[in-house]
């Protein structure tokens, strides 16, 4: 019998780290958003899997490598546990939008690959993102989805809230962990069992 439990999926750029119009390419380019580790340390001790999902294009378009975007990830996944967090995965999609990939948002192809891998339980889970395709891939894969104004959120918070009845929207991914921590699904008792 299964025992799949929820996942708190978790956009990088926009969410965990300051976005950039022309990319995080290096390290040395990648800052956390306020509250952002601390946030994810409250998720982990909750028992909660954290599931980063991030369409990085920038590697198909050349800007930058997949050994580069390895070693942000790396690094990101160090910087959070030394602040007591933990990243279950990290999944990247480096394709073009023009690549019709299945696995960028607002496809669920990583929300899925996830799923399978962890067995996770996806109509409890959440995806927390700056844009509509992570709404949307969220929908597609039947989890819930938390829209954040930090990032690109703040300007599509208004055309989403009309297209999409009831997606909440907070300021950042702290509010969205309360939202997540709040939820009677969730928590220790729900994510753990």
Same mark, same amino acid.
């Given at each position: 019998?299964?025992?799949?439990?929820?996942?708190?999926?978790?956009?990088?750029?926009?969410?965990?780290?300051?976005?950039?119009?022309?990319?995080?390419?290096?390290?040395?380019?990648?800052?956390?958003?306020?509250?952002?580790?601390?946030?994810?340390?409250?998720?982990?001790?909750?028992?909660?899997?954290?599931?980063?999902?991030?369409?990085?294009?920038?590697?198909? +378009?050349?800007?930058?490598? =997949? &050994?580069?975007? $390895? /070693?942000?990830? #790396? !690094?990101?996944?160090?910087?959070?546990?030394?602040?007591?967090?933990?990243?279950?995965?990290?999944?990247?999609?480096?394709?073009?939008?023009?690549?019709?990939?299945?696995?960028?948002?607002?496809?669920?192809?990583?929300?899925?690959?996830?799923?399978?891998?962890?067995?996770?339980?996806?109509?409890?889970?959440?995806?927390?993102?700056?844009?509509?395709?992570?709404?949307?891939?969220?929908?597609?894969?039947?989890?819930?989805?938390?829209?954040? +104004?930090?990032?690109?959120? =703040? &300007?599509?918070? $208004? /055309?989403?809230? #009309? !297209?999409?009845?009831?997606?909440?929207?907070?300021?950042?991914?702290?509010?969205?962990?309360?939202?997540?921590?709040?939820?009677?699904?969730?928590?220790?008792?729900?994510?753990?069992?």
């Amino acid at each position: 019998m299964s025992r799949a439990r929820p996942a708190a999926f978790l956009d990088r750029d926009g969410v965990l780290n300051v976005n950039l119009d022309a990319h995080v390419r290096r390290w040395d380019e990648f800052a956390f958003l306020p509250g952002a580790i601390e946030a994810v340390r409250r998720l982990h001790e909750a028992g909660w899997p954290i599931v980063v999902v991030t369409n990085q294009a920038a590697i198909g +378009r050349g800007y930058t490598t =997949a &050994a580069e975007v $390895a /070693d942000i990830h #790396a !690094r990101m996944c160090a910087a959070i546990a030394s602040g007591g967090g933990q990243i279950a995965r990290v999944l990247h999609c480096p394709h073009r939008p023009d690549e019709a990939c299945e696995c960028r948002k607002p496809r669920p192809g990583m929300l899925l690959r996830a799923a399978g891998d962890l067995d996770l339980d996806l109509a409890r889970s959440y995806v927390v993102g700056d844009h509509l395709t992570d709404v949307e891939a969220a929908i597609a894969a039947g989890c819930r989805p938390i829209l954040v +104004r930090s990032g690109r959120g =703040a &300007a599509i918070a $208004a /055309d989403a809230v #009309a !297209r999409f009845e009831g997606l909440p929207v907070v300021d950042d991914v702290v509010e969205a962990v309360d939202l997540i921590l709040r939820d009677e699904v969730g928590g220790a008792t729900g994510a753990g069992a």
